[in-house]
């Protein structure tokens, strides 16, 4: 496992995990999959507020990543899992890890 500055947008292999003020992500680059874990973040700060999004704690297919660094919110390109027609960006709070874990 290693921690990382960032996932480039041309990355295509591997597992990370992201973790962000209000929720952890699992990016599977070998299944294409996204996994959110809301409300379990980085930070206790009651500054941040949870939302709560369709698919949470599911995975979601994973179409690519426009940015991942750490500090930054990241942008995660998906595709509806239940309507291939259907694509839309998930935008996180501030990264505040990257870790590779596969």
């Known amino acids: ?5 960032e996932i480039r947008p041309d990355t295509d292999s591997g597992v990370f995990t992201v973790v962000t ?7 599977d ?3 294409m999959t996204l996994l959110r874990a809301p409300g379990v973040g980085g ?3 009651e500054d941040w507020t ?25 942008q995660f390109w998906v595709r509806a899992a239940d309507d291939p027609d259907v694509r839309t960006w998930r935008i996180t ?10």
């Open 29 to 31: 680059f070998e299944e």
């Open 1 to 5: 496992m290693a921690r990382v500055q």
């Open 50 to 74: 949870v939302s709560r999004l369709r698919r949470d704690s599911e995975d979601i297919p994973l179409l690519g990543v426009k940015s991942c660094r750490l500090g930054e919110s990241a």
């Open 43 to 45: 930070t206790d700060s």
């Open 93 to 102: 709070t501030p990264v505040v890890s990257i870790e590779r874990i596969g």
């Open 21 to 27: 003020r209000t929720s952890t992500y699992l990016l």
